[in-house]
């Protein structure tokens, strides 16, 4: 029976990987809406598929949410990678302190025996701010790391349940639901068919960068995240997926 549920999960991890058109998918078992350890196998997937990709020196961005934090988590040392510089993805997308890429940028670096730089950004900004803080020297600095990560490990959420979380004013929901956003990445709202709806202004990787990376990893499970996940692919800026088995049954329902 083990063999067979193995092998089953190859099987799924095909057809995920055609159906979003992606170069890896990693499938781990059960659901992560329904229970916490699933998350966390995905960040011990997410920690097992980096330790294969990283080399020395490396630069890793990381973005918030629960589910990268379940990566932070599970890092150890990366023995065959040392001196990896982590880096937040982006500045701050209006998240609890326990969400934001900065902290767990900080917990991942140390738990893998690297280094971090952080990001120090206040949100939402302004177009005037924006314009000026880019400008300031030590962001810039910061800046410049960041757009040139080699790998970048995101999350993928629901679009009502991002709106909510943050501190989104109601015009900006409002926005996101005429817009019929289904899904979010770094900040860009997502509709059915991958199309911008909203996007947070804030500094660090904006989604075109990721054309230039190496390596973009996504991890996200569960079933209340199938559409916003096929949502995001739709627009195909990341290499590899770690899901769980809820999501990717769902993710290929129709096909
Ligand atoms: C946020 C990321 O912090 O976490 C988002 O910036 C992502 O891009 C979200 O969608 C996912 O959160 P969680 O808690 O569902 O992993």
Redesign the pocket.
Known sequence: AFMNELRGFKDLEQQVKQRLQLDHVVIVPGDSDELSWVKQEMGKACVRYMKGILRSDDTVAV???????AVAEMMTPLEQAGNCLFVPA?GG?G?QME???NTICAEMAKKANGTYRLLYVPDPLSEESYQTIIEEPSIKEVLTIIRGAGVVV????DAT??AERRKTPQEVIDTIQEGKAVG????YYFNEEGSIVHKVRTVGIQLEDLQHTNCVIAV?GGKS?AKAISSYFNLGQSNVLITDESAAKELIKGS
């Open positions: 973005t918030g949410g629960g589910t990268i934090a982006r997308l998240e969400n934001q890429a995101h999350g993928i959420g349940t991002m979010e990445a770094f900040g996200a995240k």
